[in-house]
């Protein structure tokens, strides 16, 4: 294809995916005159194009349809629905056109006079058919502003540079490598670093390179909700938000599907019909939202729709009916772990195939998409008040962070995004038992199967010794399976190459990268491995795993810690929501001075804890890295411990504000450390003396994983079940009020922004400013 | 026109790999093997940092391994690069005829590797065919 013919496909795609909304808002409001001339200026565009070209089919579709909007323009036509799906058919039959043009096929031929006719006042229903196609095909060009000088670049040029810098990436690694071997070389160190320096910037710049706004993703969401909700007679309105969010130009494909997948339920099975809902008490028009946050290196998505919420009954009837569960396992499980079900294989809530969802493509393939990314999908429902997607996935496919292991001799690693957790096979704690075949381990009360990663391997039985290290590895939101290794590393970012496809063939890896070494590693493919010993689909486990829970229902709350010997050489413990990730950093790296310690990791500076005065950390330090949400922090530790789970009350230790309080371990004593001191005293947030207390519902996943920390960083501690009085409540007002203590103050929080301002009391549960004011009044109103 | 070819020793044979097909020739340092992979598989190595497959040329052919080569002929298939384990690298000769087809057979799996044989100042050579040493004994049908 000429240059020219390939602009003009590309300008032709960069005009569709930017009225996509523009067609939907006009559809909205056709009296709005500015919708109006960007798609009457699209289709002139168009025409004036091909006369470039000869392609007198895309002209005579453009020239009908520009003389339509010019009647509609002069106010001699009224723009019905009628002429709307006329026009959008049009549009559709325009970017199939380009779509065939690119690809050098044949054009479909057939069917422009149909549309043509359609645009005629009295020719009823058809365009309809066609308009409802999907534009989601369509392929992604580079944005391009009109105040930035931009140049069109093939997509693979742009992957062929980003892999040479990946491989000068890990050349560098090597001469740095043989550099150390050779010794010290004063000469050398300075260009070396330099080259390091350079090497580091281009990369980033190249990463940025290939990213793009989610906006890309974003385009298409409108039009599909349209046509879906026209479809299916509901009215759904969509609201997207941070668009702004950049992430890997593959990553944004890969999320394609998905996202699709999930809006298509949502409509089908989410949003009522205008009476219901009506009937239900809400607004007839649905609201679709997917939001878009970047947190460090990873992306959230989170899809939510205000509409009846999973039905549980009828998840739970597929499953027994699928085979999934038996009916004695549904009783037992919690209304979270029959909406996990929905990932299960072979489950689809869909009553009948509808021509929208339920085409045999379930969540199961939805879950398989993300996580082969590295990515994790949640799900959160309310009966009656909406479902929730929540998508983690990282920024981009070719630097994936991952654990090194060792196992019969050799080093493999594993993506850390499966890593749950990693404890000592001599753990008391832990019990192993063998059933049939299969090893069992029994850890914090659950049965866990175990596979020996060796065993797994050919390299060996499937014994589990003792002195080996389990890596607990999660499969689904529930499936847990422990991998017995003979050490663990090392957590690296490691660049990610393919396998030659006679090794991709044993599908055990998903890849190889060079360690700092200079030595290949084998990246594990965890769920292929999981699925080949039998593990993966097994939803049994996950109904016994409920029923197993069930039975001590409401055991005082378990808390996790992680324990650690400190520089003080202390034992102590740290809530484990707190610890991102574990670091080590040369000395080099820490900065020590009178108003505190600091350290480099990667390219930020972290405040640092931990170092007593004087105290001579050694050549490498190992560092937790915290976060509360808001801020960083790195806490020094001069030995790493297990994790543990415990339900004993910590005793309060007020002479050390730094400390939560003394815990009983194992007849052994721990020091808690009290994340929010910490981050108060060194993240220049005001301290306090004593926190004001705040009760939240502790059963929505909303408030715990966003309400939470949001009410911490306010500076206050969130009430325990059994707290008698509480300062302050929050409470979701579509749920019932849950008041148990005495209450002093109480925050309303409404899905709804209209009803939320006609209360005194009410905030609308995004509105992030007007809640962190309430609770800021409310604290001051109790100190006065 | 002749083409140059590198010439190489599999099991006492003499065989010759297109010039135009290898890459280099390295240095075999360690080779990490892959627990599953298929026999002729031997390993990973690491090549001026990138790994390479690397193919025990013996098994492929069906014939028991020897111990490790110094050197290895690199070769780039489908995107991907593998170091070919053979008894000997020797020199990059000149052929002096066109690929020809053997009298006879060369033996069943040499039939397989095999694409011609050339004559050489060396006398004459196999000619081998690199995509099917990589896809191993298994891949018969092919």
Redesign the interface.
């Known amino acids: 294809m000429d240059d020219l013919l390939a602009d003009f496909v590309a300008e032709t795609r960069e005009m569709l995916e930017a009225i996509g909304g523009e067609i939907v808002a006009w559809e909205a409001d056709p009296a709005d005159g500015t919708r109006l001339d960007a798609i009457f200026r699209f289709v002139h565009t168009v025409k004036g194009n091909c006369g470039f070209f000869d392609f007198p089919r895309l002209e005579k579709l453009s020239h009908a349809a520009e003389g339509t909007l010019a009647d509609v323009r002069a106010g001699r036509r009224y723009p019905d629905s009628h002429l709307v799906n006329a026009v959008l058919a049009i549009i559709d039959r325009i970017t199939q056109l380009i779509d065939a043009i690119d690809a050098g096929q044949e054009l479909p031929e057939g069917g422009d006079d149909g549309l043509i006719a359609a645009l005629e006042p009295d020719t009823p229903g058809a365009g309809e058919s066609i308009a409802v196609q999907s534009v989601t095909a369509q392929a992604p060009s580079t944005a391009s502003s009109a105040t930035l000088r931009t140049i069109r670049l093939p997509v693979e040029l742009l992957d062929r540079v980003m892999s040479g810098v990946s491989?000068m990436v890990?050349?560098r690694?090597?001469l740095a490598r043989r550099l150390r071997e050779a010794g010290a070389e004063p000469t050398l160190d300075g260009p070396f670093e330099r080259l390091t320096g350079i090497l580091n910037d281009v990369r980033e710049a190249v990463t940025r390179m290939r990213m793009q706004r989610i906006e890309h993703l974003y385009n298409a969401l409108p039009r599909l909700v349209r046509d879906l909700s026209a479809e299916l007679g509901k009215q759904v309105m969509v609201d997207l938000d941070g668009g702004d969010v950049e992430l890997d130009r593959e990553m944004i494909e890969m999320m394609r599907d998905p996202i699709t997948h999930i809006i298509r339920n949502a409509i089908d099975h989410g949003i009522e019909s205008p009476t219901a809902r009506l009937a239900a008490g809400k607004r007839e028009i649905g609201l679709l939202s997917i939001s878009a946050r970047q947190s460090g290196n990873r992306i959230t998505l989170t899809v939510t729709d205000d509409g009846k919420g999973l039905d549980t009954e009828k998840v739970g009837r597929k499953a027994v009916a699928a085979g999934l569960v038996t009916d004695a396992e549904l009783a037992a499980m919690s209304r979270e772990n029959i909406i996990e079900l929905i990932f299960a294989p072979g489950l689809s809530t869909a009553d009948e195939v509808s021509a929208v969802s339920g085409r045999g493509v379930g969540m199961d393939v939805v879950r398989a998409n993300i996580e082969r990314v590295g990515g994790t999908i949640s799900v959160s429902s309310r009966p009656g008040a909406g479902t929730q997607f929540h998508l983690q996935i990282p920024l981009t496919l070719s630097i994936i962070s991952a654990l090194t292991v060792s196992a019969?001799g050799?080093r493999f690693a594993i993506p850390q995004s499966y890593v749950e957790e990693i404890v000592h096979g001599g753990a008391k704690a832990i019990e192993f038992s063998t059933v049939g075949e299969t090893r069992l381990m029994v850890f914090r009360e659950r049965r866990t199967p175990c596979l020996s990663l060796a065993h797994v391997?050919?390299?060996g039985g499937n014994e589990v010794d003792r002195r080996q290290k389990m890596v607990l590895l999660r499969l689904g939101p529930t499936d847990l399976v422990a991998l017995a290794v003979d050490a663990i590393h090392d957590q690296e970012d490691l660049v990610v190459?393919?396998?030659?496809?006679?090794?991709m063939?044993?599908g055990?890896?998903a890849g190889?990268?060079?360690l700092d070494d200079?030595?290949?590693?084998?990246m594990l493919d965890v769920p292929t491995i999981a699925a080949q010993n039998g593990l993966a689909t097994d939803a049994r486990a996950r109904a016994a795993v409920a029923t197993h829970d069930d039975n001590q229902p409401h055991e005082r709350k378990l808390r996790r810690l992680l324990t650690f010997t400190a520089f003080d050489g202390r034992r102590k413990a740290i809530g484990m929501d707190l610890v991102m990730r574990i670091d080590q950093v040369p000395a080099e790296a820490i900065d020590r001075s009178a108003t505190g310690d600091t350290v480099v990791i990667g390219e930020k500076i972290y405040p640092l804890v931990g170092l007593e005065q004087g105290c001579d950390p050694g050549e490498t330090v190992k560092l937790l890295r915290l976060s509360d949400s808001l801020d960083e922090l790195a806490y020094a530790v001069a030995e790493l411990d297990d994790s543990i789970e415990t339900g004993e009350e910590v005793m309060p230790l007020p002479e050390d504000a730094a400390l939560e309080g003394l815990l009983l371990h194992r007849g052994e004593q721990l020091r808690v450390l009290d994340g929010f001191a910490l981050f108060a005293l060194r993240t220049s947030v005001a301290t306090q003396t004593e926190r004001p207390v705040c009760r939240i519902p502790r059963d929505d996943e909303w408030a715990v994983r966003m309400l939470e920390p949001l009410v911490r960083a306010a500076g206050y501690r969130i009430a325990e079940p059994d707290d008698e009085h509480v300062d302050i409540e929050i409470a979701i007002a579509d749920q019932s009020a849950l008041a148990t203590g005495e209450v002093g103050h109480c925050i309303r929080l409404y899905a709804d922004p209209d009803i939320a301002a006609k209360r005194a009391d009410g905030v609308f549960r995004y509105d992030r400013s007007a809640l962190v004011e309430a609770l800021r009044s409310a604290r001051q109103e109790k100190v006065a | 026109m002749s083409t140059l070819y590198v010439m190489i020793e599999i099991d006492g044979r003499l065989a010759a790999i297109d010039a135009a097909d290898v890459q280099s020739v390295i240095e075999v340092g360690?080779i990490?093997?892959?627990?599953?992979?298929?026999g002729h598989?031997a390993g990973?190595?690491?090549m001026?940092?990138?790994?390479l497959?690397v193919i025990d040329c013996r098994k492929a052919l069906g014939l028991p391994s020897q111990t490790v080569p110094e050197r290895a002929p690199v070769v780039r298939v489908?995107?991907?690069s593998?170091a070919l384990m053979v008894d000997r690298v020797d020199d990059v000769l000149e052929s002096r005829s066109e690929p020809a087809a053997v009298p006879g057979n060369f033996g069943a799996d040499w039939q397989r590797a095999g694409r011609g044989m050339i004559e050489t100042d060396r006398g004459p050579a196999l000619l081998v065919n690199v995509e099917a040493l990589?896809?191993?004994p298994r891949a018969k049908a092919a």
Not at chain 2, 32 to 38: E, K, T
């Open positions: 491989d890990l050349a690694n090597d019969g050799q391997l050919g390299m190459k393919p396998l030659a496809p006679a090794i063939q044993t055990a890896y190889t990268t060079l200079g030595n290949p590693v084998l | 360690s990490y093997p892959v627990p599953r992979a298929p598989i990973l190595t690491a001026r940092s990138q790994s497959t489908a995107d991907h593998y990589i896809a191993g």
